[in-house]
């Protein structure tokens, strides 16, 4: 009776504990059917995210940076036009604005007054000379024509037998002394003009040297720096008396690097910074053609025009702008370098593919795609090499467009 009880018992046990196990459908069914889901779900729910924008037309203007210092466009050096004379008065400062024909500097002249006085007397003592010569001339031509008729009435006299061979002889050497004379006295008169000529020559440089004792501005402009100083003598060995930017145009005289001397023309616009003063426009006006080996710089001269506020010497520095066009814009970080080229990689229908594209003008914050892209098409803003073609991605457009960045 006992094994009997005993043994119902172990088989209602072992039935309650089969229904545990599997009593339960509900709760066999659930585990399976979750395990079979998350087999079968979708690849991108796993895939990387990558942060992607939208390619848009955006407007380039293509720059390059220079440095210089502001220098005359032409400097004019004023320096005495005659040695040794002591200045005597200043007449304009610098920053001083002048006119062609200006006194700027006024020099001693009292020794060339001397001299002036003692030319005029030589030039009237050379006229008496000229008087006289001319006078002995006269006679010596009386003299030389009295002794030539003598000559001539002895010469037949003396083939008839009625004049001695003395006589002949001294009215002989009297018409060549007399020819003499004359000859004389025309070349003392030569002598005497030649006199008056080296003279009145000496007097118009005089005349010249007292005229130059103003020291006047050639042209007009602004002087930059006096170097004279009243009671110094004036000469044209010691530092120019004044230094005057003609016209009062300045420009910068700057560098840039030689990978970009090849893009700035002349008549390009440059904006310039100046230390001082502030912003200035400006216009490329020279390009050297040639680049510093040392430094690998070249120089260009920019046009600043009249601005007294501008200090020569002062730095500057600013852009030039080398080129503008409207193109597809893309970051420079969504651009990768290949041995092929540029390229850029693209997600369309949830994969990447690297396509190579040709670039135009660059900005520090834009660069221009000429080929290679459409308007609209979805790039990866970041691209990198850990990113193949086909792989899959979870794009998410960035927070800021490419249309919203300021080239």
Request: hydrophobic fraction near 40%; glycine fraction near 10%.
């Amino acid at each position: 009776m006992n094994r009997k009880l005993l043994g119902g018992l172990m088989l209602a046990l072992a039935g309650g504990g089969l229904y545990i196990a599997y009593g339960s459908p509900r709760g066999s069914s659930t585990q399976p059917a979750t395990q079979a889901q998350s087999s079968t779900a979708p690849t991108n729910a796993t895939a990387p995210a990558v942060s992607v924008i939208k390619v848009t037309a955006a407007d380039f203007v293509e720059t390059v940076l220079i440095t210089g210092s502001v220098v005359a466009r032409d400097e004019i050096l004023i320096a005495p036009e005659v040695e040794g004379l002591r200045v005597l008065e200043l007449l304009a400062d610098e920053g001083d604005a002048v006119t062609k024909g200006q006194v700027l500097a006024r020099l001693s002249n009292d020794a060339l007054q001397a001299q002036l006085a003692q030319n005029e007397a030589n030039l009237a003592r050379s006229d008496a000379a000229i008087a006289v010569a001319r006078s002995t001339i006269v006679q010596a031509e009386a003299t030389d024509k009295e002794a030539a008729n003598a000559f001539e009435r002895a010469k037949p006299l003396k083939q008839s037998g009625y004049v001695s061979g003395a006589t002949y002889d001294q009215r002989e050497a009297a018409a060549s002394m007399a020819q003499s004379k004359l000859v004389a006295a025309r070349d003392g008169l030569t002598s005497a003009m030649a006199d008056k000529a080296a003279l009145e020559a000496q007097r118009r440089e005089l005349t010249w040297k007292n005229g130059r004792t103003e020291v006047r501005s050639p042209v007009d402009g602004r002087v930059s720096r006096r170097s004279a100083r009243v009671g110094g003598v004036a000469s044209a060995s010691n530092d120019p008396m004044y230094r005057i930017i003609a016209r009062g145009e300045v420009e910068l005289d700057a560098e840039l690097p030689e990978s970009d001397v090849g893009k700035v023309r002349e008549g390009q616009t440059a904006h310039v910074s100046v230390t001082g003063t502030g912003d200035v426009a400006g216009t490329v006006r020279q390009i050297s053609s040639e680049v510093d080996r040392s430094t690998r710089l070249g120089k260009i001269k920019i046009f600043l025009g009249v601005n007294p506020a501008l200090r020569l010497g002062a730095f500057g520095r600013g852009t030039i702008d080398t080129g503008k066009s409207r193109g597809l814009a893309v970051p420079p970080s969504a651009v990768v370098y290949t041995p092929d080229g540029p390229a850029v990689q693209i997600v369309t229908d949830g994969k990447v593919l690297t396509r190579a594209v040709k670039t135009g003008l660059k900005t520090q914050q834009l660069i221009e795609i000429v080929e290679g892209l459409a308007d609209g098409e979805t790039i990866v803003a970041k691209s990198g090499s850990f990113l193949r073609n086909g792989d899959a991605v979870r794009p998410i457009f960035a927070a800021t467009n490419v249309s919203g960045a300021a080239p």
